[in-house]
């Protein structure tokens, strides 16, 4: 490359992992474009109404609408948590359509993202309705193990984009544009991860997952069985319950349906109209649905809140990085592989950490190393890190599946990672404390947490300083 010509980097999606990555890219001066197959930024946060009508399950990968946000979302951690180090999430109580609540509905969290925008200049650096369709190295360069990152460091990649439509098709020839990296956020809360349960595949009546559930009026007057008592299914079973005729909540066995988790409990109790049932047996033609007890349900709708899957349709990388069992490998730190490293990077592949705060070390990382101010270790060091990781994790009886669940609520890990890799300000002690009291009272209760004023002094202090300090960050922008 020129001396002096920026290397030019493709971040595939606009969503909270995207955005921060170009916001890091183009502080260390990087020529950034992100493709973005929605018409706006905003990832998950954009609610999109529509839903994949003719794949209800989401069977088919990869599924065409990308937001999996339901009507009804509010925030589960706290918004004085959920901002970008030197933005952060502050109330706009006098903007209009905004809601300056601690835990505000999902649009609050899109306008955060907008403002973020705004404020950083991002606009013109996003290509919107814009899918990249394939990303590949274009002619893979001999592997040169060098010290510092993988054997196809310096891949160029070429990446194939198509122009999307309002109405979800692609239209037009595909365009293509060589790049010297890519950062990978796609996301990872749109491909459905199903059950395979007996009789799935010869069932006539309604069955979705829950990436195809907006709002509950379709449902009324129904007998529908909500498959999993995790997040989403908690939160579509108790607003069913208004509506439905019957709402069967099933839990992961015979013994978990008999004796639930205390949150688990607690809804039961204030929802009569919510039964749970231990995991689903098997499904009749009829419309009966079995459960692992014995007992029966004869149900309109199946609803599956059993998770989603990373999917990357568009990437080929020749087989160095895989999904096996809902794992992404190998990546260092959850965001590099090493054979090709830094030229292919990935954000936003954790789970249950504070975002956008790790998301945004991640990029901060990327951008280091891609401007050369940080150095990676040798492609086997860190592949020595990675089976490392997994074996502590086997041992500690984690399953592969949660390869990348770095528990917020642990903390260690989480600022152990930010601190090592970047130089991002520390998370505040009172912060740590607001998230593990609003994370206590969640389990308590899931539906009165977000109403609860039980705030330490030491959070109301920090509180006070945030609002001065973060009002300001908004004004000098
Ligand atoms: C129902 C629900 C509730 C949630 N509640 C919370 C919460 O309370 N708190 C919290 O912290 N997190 C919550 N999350 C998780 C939240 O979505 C993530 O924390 C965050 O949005 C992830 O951001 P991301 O940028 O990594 O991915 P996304 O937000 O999914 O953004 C990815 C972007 O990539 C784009 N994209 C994908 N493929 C392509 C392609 N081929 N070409 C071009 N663009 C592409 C997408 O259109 C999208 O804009 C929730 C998720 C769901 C589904």
Known sequence: MARGTPKKVCVVGAGMSG????????????????????????????????????????????????????????????????????????????????????????????????????????????????????????????????????????AKWLVRTRHVEPDGSEAGVAAEEVFDAVVVANGHYSQPRLPSIEGMAAWRRRQLHSHSYRVPDPFRDEVVVVVCCGESGLDIATELCGVAKEVHLTARSVEEAAMPAPMVSKMLSKHAGIRLRPQVDRLCEDGTVVFADGSRAAADSVIYCTGYTYSFPFLDTGGLVTVRDNRVGPLYE???????????????IPTRIFAPWFFEAQARWIALVLSGKKALPPEEEMLRAVQEDYRAREAAGVPVRHTHAIPAIDRKDICEFVYRHTDLPRMEDWKMELFTISFVNTMEDRETFRDRDDDSENVREGLRRWRRVSVAQYELR
């Open 334 to 348: 959850h965001t590099f592989p090493p054979a090709l490293a830094p030229s292919l990077s990935f954000v936003g």
């Open 19 to 154: 955005l921060a990555a170009a916001r890091e890219l183009r502080r260390e001066g990087l020529g950034v474009t992100v493709m973005e197959q929605c018409g706006d930024v905003g990832g998950q946060w954009l609610y999109d109404p529509r839903i994949d009508a003719d794949d209800l399950l989401g069977a088919k990968a990869p599924v065409k609408v990308h937001s999996s946000m339901y009507a009804s979302v509010r925030l589960v951690s706290p918004r004085e948590c959920m901002g970008f180090s030197d933005f952060q999430f502050v109330p706009r109580p006098g903007a209009a359509g905004r809601d300056a609540r601690r835990f505000p509905v999902h649009r609050e969290v899109y306008h955060y993202l907008k403002d973020f925008c705004a404020a950083f200049g991002l606009a013109d650096a996003i290509r919107l309705n814009t899918k990249v369709v394939r990303v590949a190295m274009a002619a893979p360069p001999p592997r040169d193990a060098c010290c510092g990152g993988g054997g196809y460091s310096n």
